[in-house]
């Protein structure tokens, strides 16, 4: 099923914004997010935190969602449905509502998904990152260099390889290229050394 439901606008961001505002329960999560963050991966998320602690709270897995879609995606990537836009919109989120998901997904630096869960499978530091992400080759001689970087949302860190960004969840060790349109921004983010300065030779 993949994504199901997304917040385009501004009346349904504001509900996600006021959903995140306090705890939210694993337990009564699915039902609170469904029509709002319907996602397959996020709603598995959910669910085995549910099974380790009904009660924890389940915030910093939405951000990790959220995170995927503002910083990782580009906002084009997105189609709206036609009845929920009577009115042609060049793009698909009304206006202010990509930077405002934006922000939600940046407020849950330092969380650890493990107690919320109960375990990830790939050990949340970078050599973890690393390690799943040289598992993609069969063969360790092909492993292309790479650089490594810790993100500010909980278990996910970005790899700089080969031309490409990718991002590491340790949740699920689901390894993603991110979108080439957003590419530069997320080098600049993660690995500023590797952007070239302005009027520098490239």
């Known amino acids: 099923m993949g994504t199901w439901a997304t917040p385009f606008t501004d009346e349904n961001v504001s509900r996600l914004e006021a959903l995140m505002t306090q705890p939210l329960a694993a337990k009564r ?41 503002t910083n990782w995606m580009h906002p084009d ?10 009115s042609a919109h060049a793009r698909p989120f009304d206006d ?9 997904a940046g407020g849950y630096e330092g969380v650890a998904l493990g107690p919320i869960v109960g375990a990830t499978l790939v050990p949340d530091t970078v050599e973890g990152a690393r390690s799943a992400f040289s598992a993609l080759w069969a063969d360790e001689r092909d492993v292309p260099e790479q650089e490594v970087a810790k993100t500010k949302v909980p278990g996910v860190y970005a790899v700089r ?18 979108d080439p349109r957003v590419g530069h921004d997320l080098t600049a983010t993660y ?12």
């Open 29 to 69: 999560a699915a039902d609170a997010l469904y029509h709002l963050v319907g996602d397959d991966t996020l709603f598995d998320a959910i669910g085995s935190a549910v099974e380790h602690d009904p009660d924890g709270d389940v915030r910093s897995l939405v951000a990790m969602t959220l995170d995927e879609w």
């Open 96 to 104: 202010g509502c990509w930077e405002r998901l934006k922000a939600i």
């Open 161 to 178: 390889a080969g031309g490409e960004i990718l991002r590491v969840e340790i949740l699920y060790g689901v390894i993603a290229a991110a």
């Open 191 to 202: 690995f500023p050394t590797a952007v070239p300065s302005p009027g520098s030779p490239r």
């Open 77 to 86: 990537s997105f189609v709206r449905d036609a009845r929920d836009s009577p």
